[in-house]
């Protein structure tokens, strides 16, 4: 029905942009209830909050990313504070998803125990990567309490710099938005512009390649700890369809994860 109306707009001579946005905005009415839907079954059945409080925070992306990006296409002069908004989320999400997976293998400590025993070849990075960056310590000895014993306090460096990967790109996310506000209020940011002498080309740069480390750590995060039970249930980031109608241990999750499998079908680590 919407391409039919969409199809008479045009016909009838509307603006492009009317149009534009009244076929978003059909599919943001078949995105929202959908989202909503998995969100409330969630609240309803809190069977483990630790896990589904990050869930249900990754499930609001798309509500406020779709909401979003429709209104920016009708009011555009306030578009790049809907889209600061809607982008300050987005990086909050992957800050929830790296969380989200830390839990689901047990939280921190437990994780700490299982990256110890792996093999050091798992910190080993892609190639390219490696040519810049030295292999990362699955688990490192830090401390011993009571001398004579065989207690061994123990922390993963590879842990801290995947941890780090994913967090940088949450805060210069929030940075670049709020000084992209500034530098529009003030005249000097227009958006499109890929001079080397505007703010647009530069904060872009930024905001990209620190996307990509945090992608990159999310996804190398993955192969190393893919041999676990739950992490191969767990990591696939791309689609989560997850809607627990029944107790935990009989939910059932369906993932997507074509694209990341891909990636490193060209750029594998050498473990795998």
């Given at each position: 029905?919407?391409?039919?109306?969409?199809?008479?707009?045009?016909?009838?001579?509307?603006?492009?942009?009317?149009?534009?946005?009244?076929?978003?905005?059909?599919?943001?009415?078949?995105?929202?209830?959908?989202?909503?839907?998995?969100?409330?079954?969630?609240?309803?059945h809190?069977?483990?909050?630790?896990?589904?409080?990050?869930?249900?925070?990754?499930?609001?992306?798309?509500?406020?990313?779709?909401?979003?990006?429709?209104?920016?296409l009708r009011?555009?002069?306030?578009?790049?504070?809907?889209?600061?908004?809607?982008d300050?989320y987005?990086?909050?999400?992957?800050?929830?998803?790296?969380?989200?997976?830390?839990?689901?293998?047990?939280?921190?400590n437990?994780?700490?125990?299982?990256?110890?025993?792996?093999?050091?070849?798992?910190?080993?990075?892609?190639?390219?990567?490696?040519c810049?960056?030295?292999?990362?310590?699955?688990?490192?000895?830090?401390?011993?309490?009571?001398?004579?014993?065989?207690?061994?306090?123990?922390?993963?460096?590879?842990?801290?710099?995947?941890?780090?990967?994913?967090?940088?790109?949450?805060?210069?996310k929030?940075?670049?938005?709020?000084?992209?506000?500034?530098?529009?209020?003030?005249g000097?940011?227009?958006?499109?512009?890929?001079?080397?002498?505007?703010?647009?080309?530069?904060?872009?740069?930024?905001?990209f390649?620190?996307?990509?480390?945090?992608?990159?750590?999310?996804?190398?995060f993955?192969?190393?700890?893919?041999?676990?039970?739950?992490?191969?249930?767990?990591?696939?980031?791309?689609?989560?369809?997850?809607?627990?109608?029944?107790?935990?241990?009989?939910?059932?999750?369906?993932?997507?994860?074509?694209?990341?499998?891909f990636?490193?079908?060209?750029?594998?680590?050498?473990?795998?």
């Amino acid at each position: 029905m919407a391409p039919q109306y969409s199809k008479e707009l045009y016909t009838n001579g509307s603006e492009t942009q009317l149009i534009a946005w009244f076929s978003a905005g059909a599919f943001v009415l078949l995105g929202f209830p959908i989202s909503m839907y998995g969100i409330f079954g969630h609240l309803s059945h809190y069977y483990q909050p630790e896990v589904q409080c990050f869930v249900v925070r990754i499930l609001w992306m798309v509500p406020i990313y779709s909401i979003g990006s429709w209104f920016s296409l009708r009011f555009h002069e306030q578009s790049l504070y809907i889209e600061t908004f809607r982008d300050c989320y987005e990086s909050y999400v992957i800050y929830c998803f790296y969380y989200y997976l830390v839990s689901v293998l047990g939280g921190e400590n437990e994780l700490i125990m299982i990256l110890k025993d792996k093999s050091v070849t798992r910190g080993v990075h892609l190639r390219g990567v490696r040519c810049f960056v030295s292999p990362w310590l699955m688990g490192q000895p830090v401390q011993v309490y009571q001398p004579g014993s065989n207690y061994v306090k123990w922390t993963s460096p590879f842990l801290t710099n995947c941890k780090f990967g994913v967090l940088q790109y949450v805060l210069l996310k929030f940075i670049v938005a709020f000084v992209s506000v500034v530098l529009q209020m003030n005249g000097l940011y227009t958006e499109g512009d890929w001079s080397l002498t505007g703010s647009f080309f530069w904060l872009t740069s930024v905001i990209f390649w620190s996307q990509c480390w945090a992608l990159y750590c999310l996804a190398f995060f993955y192969f190393a700890t893919k041999v676990s039970a739950f992490a191969k249930r767990s990591v696939h980031m791309t689609l989560i369809w997850t809607v627990p109608e029944q107790p935990p241990s009989t939910k059932r999750y369906a993932w997507s994860n074509q694209s990341t499998c891909f990636i490193f079908s060209v750029f594998k680590p050498p473990y795998v």
